[in-house]
Nanobody, 121 residues
Framework: VQLVESGGGLVQAGGSLNLSCAAS????????VAWFRQAPGKEREMVSC?????????YYAEAVQGRFIISGNKAKNTVYLQMNGLKSEDTATYFC??????????????WGQGTQVTVSS
């Protein structure tokens, strides 16, 4: 069972990145999938989560509402986080996580290793 993130990098403020979270060993469609981020010296925070096949809900943190979009590709067993209008405060390591329960029910069981996003101003 493994989650692997990719797509991070260095981007100028106002730019876009599309993060990917590829799963192996299990079917992501059966799980809630969340994106978290953690910046140096700050607590980890949930950025977005969807559990469409569990309770049909999608969540975005207020800080990213309207700029980030979470989506999935069943055929590729991959979840994406499209990030637009990036700001310097979006700089962080981004992690995807999956759990059999709906978003916010439990701390997710499975975690990726993280991908770094750096936004230059």
């Amino acid at each position: 069972v493994q989650l692997v993130e990719s797509g991070g990098g260095l981007v100028q403020a106002g730019g876009s990145l599309n993060l990917s979270c590829a799963a192996s060993g299990f079917t992501l469609d059966d799980y809630s999938v969340a994106w978290f981020r953690q910046a140096p010296g700050k607590e980890r925070e949930m950025v977005s989560c969807f559990s469409s096949n569990i309770d049909g809900k999608t969540y975005y943190a207020e800080a990213v509402q309207g700029r980030f979009i979470i989506s999935g590709n069943k055929a590729k067993n991959t979840v994406y986080l499209q990030m637009n209008g990036l700001k310097s405060e979006d700089t962080a390591t981004y992690f995807c996580a999956a759990d059999l329960t709906a978003c916010f029910t439990n701390v997710p069981t499975y975690w990726g290793q993280g991908t770094q996003v750096t936004v230059s101003s």
